[in-house]
């Protein structure tokens, strides 16, 4: 597994192109795509419970083929790895807004780079998206602060591993080398998501990410190593 393989911006557009194509074989129209969601484990069904029936569903390893990279074969309960493109479920704002869903990933843990497990972030950067949303299943450092059941907010992270996606080639075409990461989870996006679990009834906290490479579960040594780190952050 190599943590610099690259793609160029060719493949990308190559790609973006292609669900552009699909899309409009469906009479929608690909420049009405602004939001990204990225569905992790446990929201499988929100394709089926939320998008439009009519949507459009492109399996990664189609694309994949189309680039002439191998498809990769693995499987992970909960992760479809298609790309879905269609309006939400009664969309009132009569605009027919589309959403670019990526449902499932491909993990570096499967044996693919960080790259490649990041590619559609690219693919949706071209296609127009101006709001991406991610979900993750993780656990809880800090059980005192989060009660079950109860979803969590991100409002910043840390990033405890070696195979950051943006080594290697970079294309100014996507942004810079070395990219400010203050203000990736804006304060009036997450203002929405508050206003919404209120009114759902929904308990909602706030707090940090901690990625490890996985794909084995920590240790209890080092869940309190994690817990002793965020313990200093809050300081």
């Known amino acids: 597994m190599s943590s610099v393989e690259s793609f160029d911006y060719d493949q990308y557009l190559k790609a973006a192109d292609i669900v552009r194509e699909k899309v409009r074989e469906r009479s929608l129209e690909p420049d009405r795509i602004k939001d990204g969601m990225i569905l992790g484990s446990g929201l499988g069904g929100f ?10 569903h492109i399996p990664f390893n189609t694309i994949w083929k189309a680039l002439g990279i191998p498809p990769h074969g693995g499987v992970v309960q909960g992760h479809a790895k298609e790309l879905v493109v269609g309006p939400l479920n009664g969309d009132p704002s009569g605009e027919q807004h589309l959403v670019f869903g990526q449902a499932g990933r491909e993990h570096p843990y499967e044996g693919v780079s960080t790259r490649r497990s990041t590619f559609w972030l690219r693919v949706m950067q071209l296609l127009g998206v101006e709001t991406l ?3 993750t299943a993780a656990g809880i450092v800090t059980p005192r602060e989060l009660t079950v059941p109860s979803l969590m907010l991100v409002n910043g992270h840390v990033d405890l591993g070696s195979d950051n996606p943006l080594q290697g080639l970079n294309d100014d075409r996507f942004g810079p080398r070395s990219p400010h990461m203050s203000g990736h989870y804006p304060a009036p996006t997450r203002e929405v998501f508050h206003r919404v679990a209120k009114r759902l009834g929904i308990q909602l906290n706030e707090g940090i990410y901690i990625r490890e490479t996985g794909p084995n579960y920590e240790t209890p040594e080092e869940v309190y190593r994690l817990r002793g780190m965020l313990r200093s952050l809050w300081e």
């Open 47 to 56: 394709v089926q419970n939320h998008l439009n029936p009519e949507s459009v």
């Open 133 to 135: 949303i991610g979900s």
